[in-house]
Nanobody
Framework: QVQVVESGGGLVQPGGSLRLSCAAS????????IGWFRQAPGKEREAVSC????????YYADAVKGRFTISRGSAKNTVTLQMNSLKPDDTAVYYCAATLGHVYCVPSEYDYWGQGTQVTVSS
């Protein structure tokens, strides 16, 4: 059974940094993808960044390119999202999700979801 658990998040001032971590357990091979998505109040859930576990290929939404970095963690089945130069528009609940195979970085392609973690960027 696949389980996805996020950690990190919190309150940060504009221009600050946060790191989110995700652990996805239950996969029997490296043929899976992990993605970060976010949902702000009154808005649809949107993709932030995704990574393929097998070859570490990545995708970034235009809104976060150059500011966020997704990478495979040192521990097996973990992924981190380093968020720099945070803006108030980045405020949202951030979800980690995982799925088998190589898929597009869109919420509908992901099958296993974490509980979400709040990120608030405010002075």
């Amino acid at each position: 059974q696949v389980q996805v658990v996020e950690s990190g998040g919190g309150l940060v001032q504009p221009g600050g940094s946060l790191r989110l971590s995700c652990a996805a357990s239950g996969f029997s091979s490296d043929n899976y993808a992990i993605g970060w998505f976010r949902q702000a109040p009154g808005k649809e859930r949107e993709a932030v960044s995704c990574i393929r576990r097998s070859d570490a290929s990545t995708y970034y939404a235009d809104a976060v390119k150059g500011r966020f970095t997704i990478s495979r963690g040192s521990a097996k089945n973990t992924v981190t999202l380093q968020m720099n130069s945070l803006k108030p528009d980045d405020t949202a609940v951030y979800y980690c999700a995982a799925t088998l195979g190589h898929v597009y970085c869109v919420p509908s392609e992901y099958d296993y979801w974490g509980q979400g973690t709040q990120v608030t960027v405010s002075s």
